[in-house]
């Protein structure tokens, strides 16, 4: 039986039209005349303060705590305002799977599994009333990688629900190779949704559980079933 449903948030749960690279971006430029750094970095399934430590580092720049904090409080700023101007959209089916797994018999919790910062995570959400329904989380602010974040997800809903979860009680949603990564870290199931970052022959190949092209696909008159 699943316990736990686990998600990720952009190219799973929403689709941003590249807020969050545009703000990233544009913050390198900001805060340290450097230009491109949206164009030259890969950023599906990584964590915010992975790729912030990475950019510091291919250009020479000091990284310490202080300077992560100062470009991720400016970088959620420009996110801010760019979703302000456009908040993206919803994935297809998003709102219909969450309504059915809250009308089963025995409905799951359900967490975020993000390598957004907990800040960019809610503006991003809040942009389409998704945020405040997750029982639990973990964020990049949490950790830079994201098999310790799978890790920490499962403890803190563990402590929540007041016993220990084992992997086969826990199903992780995702658009990337690094989503079926994270579940398979912990023992988890997995569910790939060819909504972002990933193709279906990606997915396949890294081992996820199930795979469709949106959550459309999963077929809501056996969830039941395929939560068990």
């Known amino acids: 039986m699943t316990r736990l449903v686990l998600f990720d948030i952009d190219g799973t749960l929403i689709r941003t039209g590249g807020a969050g690279v545009h703000a990233f971006g544009r913050t390198a430029e900001l805060l340290y005349g450097v230009t491109g750094v949206a164009e030259r970095t890969h950023f599906h399934g990584r964590t915010d303060t992975a790729l912030v430590r990475e ?5 020479g720049l000091q990284g310490r705590s202080w300077d992560i904090r100062h470009f991720l409080d400016a970088y959620v700023f420009l996110l801010d305002h760019r979703l302000q101007q456009n908040r993206g959209e919803i994935c297809p089916g998003v709102p219909q799977f969450l309504q059915a797994l809250k009308t089963l018999s025995e409905p ?4 975020l599994l993000t390598g957004n910062i907990r800040l960019g995570a809610k503006i991003k959400l809040g ?3 998704l945020w405040g329904d997750w029982m639990c989380g973990a964020f990049a602010d949490d950790h830079d990688d994201r098999n310790q974040l799978a890790r920490i997800a499962r403890d803190r809903a563990s402590r929540q629900l007041g016993r220990r979860l084992e992997g ?8 990337t190779h ?3 990564e994270c579940a398979q870290a912990i023992g988890a199931k997995s ?3 060819c909504t972002g970052g990933g193709s279906s022959d990606e997915l396949q190949k890294a081992g996820a559980t199930w795979v469709v092209t949106n959550l459309e696909e999963f077929p809501m008159n056996s969830l039941q079933e395929q939560m068990n």
């Open 168 to 175: 086969h009680e826990i199903l992780v949603i995702g658009d």
């Open 108 to 111: 799951p919790a359900m967490g």
């Open 55 to 59: 950019f510091f580092l291919s250009n």
């Open 127 to 129: 942009a389409h009333s």
């Open 178 to 180: 690094r989503d079926v």
């Open 191 to 193: 569910l790939g949704v």
